[in-house]
Structure formats: C-alpha cells, structure tokens
C-alpha cells in the first residue's frame, strides 16, 4: 500500500427531512430544545478504488458548527448524538467566538449527526449549594439525571455503576453493552448499568476486583474514583499534559496523604495535580470515604474543564 494514494474526506451532509423530523420528535420528548438543526459529519478514506467510512476513532476529533446568525448561542447548552433508537448522547461541547463568529466546537470519538440544544436544569435541592452551578452545569449537558420529582440528591452516596456511567456519559462515548471488555462475573444482561460498565472497560476505565467482580452496587471511595478519572485523563490527554509538572507523590498539604492506598497513590497525585481533586475541607483528601453525587458531578465538571472538551 502506497500511503501517497490514500485519500481523507470530512463529509458535511445535511440529514434528510425525515432524520430532521425524528430528532425533533425524540427532543420534544425528552424536554430538550433543538437550537440548530442536525449535521452529519463522516471521514472517509479511498484507496483503490474503494471508500470507507471510518465510525470510530481512539482519540477525540473536532467538529465545528456555525452557529448561524440570529441564533443567541447563549441557548445552546451542549451538541447531543441522536442515536437510531432514540436515545440521546452528549458530545463534548464548547462555543467560542472567532472574528465575530460564534461557533459551536464538538469533540468526538464518533463520526455522528449532531445538534445543538439547549435544556434548562434546575434541581429544587441544589439552591445556594456549594455545588449548585456544577451539577446545573452537567444536567444541562445531560450527564448527570435528577430524581422523578425535580431533585438531585446532592449528599447521598454514589454507586461504583453509576460512577462508571456518569464518567461514560460525560466523555461522550456511545455506551454499548455488546462492547467488548473484561467479563465481571457480577455485570450481566439486564442490568441498567451493563452497556456503560462494558464500555467503561473497552476504554480503560475500569478494571475491576482480582476475583473477576466488578461489584456495581458497592459504593464508591474517593480513591477508586481517583484511579478511574486518572484512566479518563490518560483518553482525554490531561494526563499527558498535566505530567510536565506533575510530582510522584502526593502534595504534603494534605494532612491524610499517608492513608492513601499503595495502588491508587499515583492516580490520586495524577487527579491531584491536574486540579480535579482539591480535598475535603481544604486539607483532607478523605480517600476512603464515600463520594457524594455532588462531588461526582464537580469532579467530572473539573475533568471536562482541564481536558478543554467544555
């Protein structure tokens, strides 16, 4: 093969009147606003004679989506993925302005349709919380969900499945339960978690007990979150960037950093000297104890912050 023959091709189509239709169907009924209508962005390669579509990539791809002019971009709160079944998938997504043109800037591991939309989250127990415009911030991106009746129940404990899915959901990767990964003796069909506990492991972001468990119901510590946003930081290239000045051990402000298990040391000064995690009353990294939804939310905020995705 002479690489000299082999040609790339971004392709920007406007979906059909029937795929306009069905994302609009899909948003209504999920409460969500379409602000700019759908594109569908593919890459292609040619070679021989013969095109192929590439569908997924190992690291993030850029897509940027004028805004068009008369549309406030202040309404757009994220670029979503309407899949073929309905569900609806964030996609990494910030708007910045160049000579006077407002675009939206998508990153994806995907080729996809994506639309902009915007969708309010106001949570009735997130007022004058310390993390009140974090978690309004990912609602309104769709990675974290509130309870049936408008609440988000900031202080109660998260569940190392529901960790593994809100990392998923954040990072924009298509969960997928037939994904392959490691095979948890204690993750089968049928569990609301599969697909992103699958997935999460497909990524490197999961790995799971030595007897083969994965344990989802089992709630999270501090430094097991440390080590799985560790693992995202290496897909995201925060690691890469944040380990130029990155330490081997932990900053000694913290008057608990000896407690720190030997297996998540490195992970939690990763997590650390990124910024993502700045310890529990200024000087406590606490790292057996729960992670709240609250902390879940700031910390997956921080991670898409550093990372430049949001």
């Known amino acids: 093969m002479n690489p000299d023959d082999l040609q790339i091709r971004v392709r920007i189509d406007r979906p059909s009147d029937e795929e306009v239709a069905f994302v609009e169907d ?7 606003a379409v602000v700019v209508p759908p594109v569908h962005f593919a890459i292609e390669t040619e070679y021989a004679g013969q095109t192929r579509e590439i569908s997924r990539f190992s690291v993030y791809v850029e897509r940027r989506i004028a805004i068009p002019e008369g549309v406030d971009p202040g309404l757009i ?55 009140e415009a974090a978690v309004s911030d990912m609602g309104a991106r769709m990675i974290v969900n509130g309870t049936p009746d408008g609440r ?9 499945a529901e960790f593994a ?42 790995q799971g007990y030595a007897d083969g468990s994965f344990r989802p119901a089992e709630r ?43 297996w998540a040391a490195a992970a939690m000064a990763d997590s650390v000297d990124a910024g993502l995690i700045t310890g529990r009353s200024g000087q406590r990294l606490a ?17 898409l912050q550093r990372s430049g995705l949001i």
Do not use: C
């Open 26 to 32: 899909v948003a209504a009924g999920s409460g969500i």
């Open 77 to 131: 709160t994220t670029a979503v993925v309407v899949e073929p079944d309905g569900t609806i998938r964030h996609a990494p997504t910030v708007v910045e302005q160049v000579n006077g043109q407002y675009y939206a800037v998508v990153r994806s591991m995907t080729n996809s349709m994506y639309v902009l939309v915007g969708k309010p989250a106001a949570f009735a127990d997130m007022a004058n919380h310390w993390a």
């Open 152 to 160: 988000f129940e900031p202080e109660r404990r998260i569940t190392r």
């Open 165 to 206: 899915a809100i990392l998923v959901r954040g990072l924009g990767l298509k969960a997928d339960d037939l994904a392959p990964s490691a095979s948890f003796t204690d993750v089968s069909a049928g569990d609301w978690y599969i697909a992103a506990v699958r997935t999460a492991s497909q990524y490197g972001l999961v």
């Open 220 to 262: 999270i510590t501090r430094e097991q979150a440390a080590v799985m946003l560790s693992r995202a930081m290496a897909l995201t290239g925060l690691h890469a960037r944040s380990a130029a000045g990155a330490t081997a051990d932990i900053p000694g402000a913290f008057t608990d950093a000896n407690d720190v298990s030997v």
């Open 287 to 303: 790292p057996n104890e729960l992670l709240t939804r609250a902390e879940t939310a700031v910390l997956v905020q921080r991670l």
